[in-house]
């Protein structure tokens, strides 16, 4: 018994697929794009994981230092802590909009193969995934400029000692 659907030849209980090596060049052509924009969301990441581990060194290098000294004035290790607790919560914030745009970039590419390969009509599924990455990308991009508002802003209130010179 031999019956082709949806771009699958299915004969007795077997199915082949019928796609041409052209076919696959097509698919690969389409689906570049979104991964040189999986790469730079991948390098996005790792930039947001960095600020995070250094927030949390930061934030136990402060902790250390209240716990061994238990008489002295900790006011501002403690508004230090809690602007790195701010922080984190933005960077955290980052890295998820940031991982849910490599997914969902993931699925347009998958998408595309998929429904090139088997001829299905996904274009405005592929659309609807992508504007969301964009969505969740910008996103993104927003949670880690705060950060690094907060984090300047932190700065910029810190008394500057200047050592003075003997003359």
């Known amino acids: 018994m031999y019956l082709k659907l949806l771009g699958i030849i299915f004969i ?6 019928d796609i041409q090596l052209g076919d696959i060049s097509h ?3 389409l689906a570049i794009a979104p991964v040189f924009l999986l790469t730079g969301v991948g390098t996005n990441l790792m930039v947001l994981t960095n600020r995070f581990a ?3 060194d930061r934030s136990r290098v ?3 230092r209240i716990n ?6 900790h006011s501002d290790s403690y508004a230090e802590l809690a602007t790195l607790y701010r922080r ?3 960077i955290n914030r980052a890295i998820t909009l940031s991982t849910s745009c490599a997914l969902l970039v993931c699925i347009v590419i998958a998408a595309l193969f998929i429904g090139d390969a088997l001829n299905l009509a996904l274009a405005k599924f592929i659309a609807l995934c992508f504007v969301l990455g964009m969505f969740s990308l910008t996103g993104s991009f927003v ?3 705060r950060e690094i508002f907060v984090a300047t802003r932190r700065l ?3 008394p500057i000692m200047v050592p003075q010179r003997s003359e």
Request: charged share 15%; proline share 0%; hydrophobic share 50%.
């Open 156 to 158: 910029s209130m810190r």
């Open 54 to 56: 250094r927030i949390i």
């Open 88 to 90: 984190t919560h933005l």
């Open 62 to 64: 402060l902790e250390d």
């Open 68 to 73: 061994a000294t238990s008489a002295a004035d």
């Open 12 to 17: 007795s209980n077997h199915f082949l697929m």
């Open 27 to 29: 698919i690969i052509q």
């Open 143 to 145: 949670y880690l400029l």
